[in-house]
């Protein structure tokens, strides 16, 4: 019986290796329950500038003749970028400026005109430019001028001749030499004369004023349409907005035809803030919020040996976009993240320069999260999954 009982009693190695078993499941279960670990969110994303990429382009377009930059360079404001053909242009403008002359000349001929004056001041270069002109306006002030002073004398020595008429036969009034009526047709003639002369004087007034109104006029909407033409000309010039680095060029060929409005090529300004643009997946999305940090990992340089920088997230799209760059991933949300002054100080100091269209590879600190419930989850989700079917 003894020796049965000795069979059938378990040894104690075994019950000292369940007890440390439970031991360390005990403590494994305190341990996972009482530690935590940082939840990351994972995101990929770019370089771009706080200022967007300027798209330059030309209103009115035109064939391509000068192309001065490649993609890559660093260029300033102001700076000559590419010209547009502006033979057309040229054309129109040389046709308005001799309206102009036209119409300044006839101005200044209308004046002297309404002074009777035979001569007027040619402006600097016009006698040279456009001999033509000047002289048929010169000749018409001479004509004109003595046409009217013609007529005055004409007006003025009939009535002189009246007027002597009158006073002859207004002698013999009295001695009934002369019949009365035939003063009275004479003082009639005379006021006829008289009364010509005046509405001659008036009409001719108002017909200088009248033309000089028109000329006038007609000078200004010329000056007006030479502002147009000399501005597109100017605008056929391609200068750059704002200092930067020349991103994408969309017309690399000479004699390029550029549609209106379409885009010549693209600046990314220098000024302003480096930014991340990263792409959350929708499943993540409600972990990140503003102001939470990011690690952020250049893809160019090697995170090992230099480390990675930090961000913080500033801006949260509203909704899914699609990917352009990879047309076959599903839509996301767009997260902007800031780089930190201090982390970009830092890679500055190393040499490293950092430029927009990097890609990055973003680590979002999305709080902590326990290990037991970590290790829970998938079966708190299959439970949930069950209970639903």
């Known amino acids: 019986m003894r020796d049965l009982t000795k069979e059938i009693k378990p040894p104690k190695k075994s019950n000292k290796l369940l007890w440390i078993i439970v031991c360390l499941l005990s403590a494994l279960l305190v341990w996972s329950y009482l530690t935590q670990f940082s939840r990351v969110v994972r995101a990929n994303g770019k370089v771009v500038s706080h200022e967007r ?50 119409f300044t000349l006839r101005k200044l001929r209308l004046q002297a005109e309404s002074e009777n004056a035979i001569i007027f001041d040619i402006p600097k270069g016009y006698q040279d430019t456009y001999p033509d002109l000047v002289e048929a306006e010169k000749s018409l002030l001479s004509r004109k001028v003595e046409e009217y002073l013609t007529r005055e004398r004409n007006y003025e020595s009939q009535i002189s001749l009246k007027q002597k008429e009158l006073t002859n036969l207004t002698r013999f009034e009295n001695s009934g030499a002369v019949p009365k009526r035939d003063i009275i047709a004479l003082q009639q003639a005379l006021n006829n004369i008289r009364a010509e002369q005046e509405n001659y004087f008036s009409d001719t007034h108002k017909k200088r004023a009248q033309e000089l109104s028109e000329a006038v006029s007609q000078l200004a909407l010329a000056n007006e349409s030479i502002k147009t033409v000399q501005d597109q000309i100017d605008r056929a010039t391609i200068v ?48 990140v919020v503003p102001g939470m940090r990011a690690s952020l990992k250049l893809t160019a340089y090697d995170y090992s040996i230099y480390g990675t920088m930090l961000g913080k997230v500033v801006k949260i799209g509203a909704d899914t976009v699609p990917n352009k760059e990879e047309r076959n991933a599903p839509p996301s949300y767009v997260v902007s993240l800031e780089i930190s002054p201090d982390s970009l100080k830092q890679w500055q100091k190393k040499g490293l320069d950092i430029r927009t269209g990097m890609l990055v590879e973003a680590e979002l600190e999305a709080g902590h999260m326990r290990i037991i419930d970590y290790i829970f989850r998938p079966i708190l989700k299959a439970r949930d999954a069950l209970a639903t079917i």
Do not use: C, M, W
């Open 240 to 287: 750059s907005p704002s200092s930067g680095t020349v991103n994408l060029i969309h017309f690399n060929t000479i004699g390029s035809v550029v549609n209106p409005g379409q885009t010549i090529l693209e600046i990314v300004p220098n000024n302003g803030n480096l930014l991340v643009e990263a792409r959350v997946t929708p499943k993540d999305i409600g972990y």
């Open 53 to 102: 990429t300027q798209i330059v382009q030309n209103l009115e377009g035109g064939i391509l003749t000068q192309l001065n930059v490649s993609e890559g360079d660093n260029i300033e404001a102001g700076q000559v970028l590419a010209e547009l053909d502006t033979t057309r242009y040229q054309a129109q403008l040389e046709e308005i400026e001799k309206k102009i002359a036209t």
